[in-house]
């Protein structure tokens, strides 16, 4: 039962340097979300994708853009690293939106 | 005012006291709540679903009150293994897919 799948797990950059962090959910999922957590803050949603073929900007969508490359598949991709966007990124996705959202165990990003 | 609201605690309770924690939340077009744990650098996981009625799951029990737009989660016979973050989850309601959560409650139980 993998559930979400996130990689890399550890990440470390240079501010200017571009990544991708993967997202992939092998529950036939259609909605998929990317999260950043702050020391002591809460949730904040990126981006989402409610079902494949769609993308919608979150609550902090700037510096970043998503790929929602197939029903399994939801890509985060910085393309411009800045100190700021250090955090840990989870990953959800639920089958719709009256079900709970199942999180990957996240991405640890730290940029220098 | 926030979306979801939560006293951030943290409560510092003995094993086997009874904790409640409470959430108020915003949108009167919610119709999901959630309580997700979240461990310390770990990824939030469903704890319990929220149904009008009022459930329980083992010593867990939830409470949703919609006139009041409130929303509880009782402990009972607190263990050490519940020290953790405790998340308050709604859903948007009219605006479909995103979920709001809370920002935590932080809870230690301790011998």
């Known amino acids: 039962n993998a559930g979400v799948t996130q990689t890399p797990k550890f990440q470390v950059l240079k501010t200017g340097q571009s990544m991708t962090l993967q997202c992939a959910q092998d529950m036939n999922h259609n909605s998929m979300y990317w999260y950043r957590q702050d020391p002591g803050m809460g949730l904040r949603l990126i981006y989402y994708?409610?079902?494949?073929?769609?993308?919608d900007k979150g609550e902090v969508p700037n510096g970043y853009n998503v790929s929602r490359l197939n029903k399994r598949e939801f890509s985060l991709r910085l393309e411009s690293a800045a100190p700021s966007q250090t955090s840990v990124y989870f990953c959800?996705?639920?089958?719709?939106?009256?079900?709970?959202?199942?999180f990957g165990d996240g991405t640890r990003l730290s940029i220098l | 005012r926030k979306e979801v609201e939560q006293d951030p605690g943290p409560f510092n309770v003995p094993e086997g006291a009874t904790v409640a924690f409470n959430c108020t939340y915003s949108n009167s077009a919610s119709q999901s709540f959630f309580w997700y744990r979240q461990d310390c650098r770990k990824e939030p996981k469903l704890l319990m679903s929220?149904?009008?009625s009022g459930n329980e799951d083992g010593r867990f029990t939830a409470q949703l009150n919609r006139a009041s737009q409130y929303i509880s989660l009782l402990i009972r016979d607190s263990k050490l293994s519940d020290s953790a973050t405790y998340l308050c989850v709604v859903n948007k309601g009219d605006s479909g897919y995103a979920l709001n959560f809370g920002k935590g409650t932080s809870l230690l139980v301790t011998p």
């Open positions: 929220v149904y009008s």
């Open positions: 959800a996705s639920t089958a719709n939106s009256n079900q709970p959202q199942h």
């Open positions: 994708s409610a079902s494949e073929g769609t993308t």
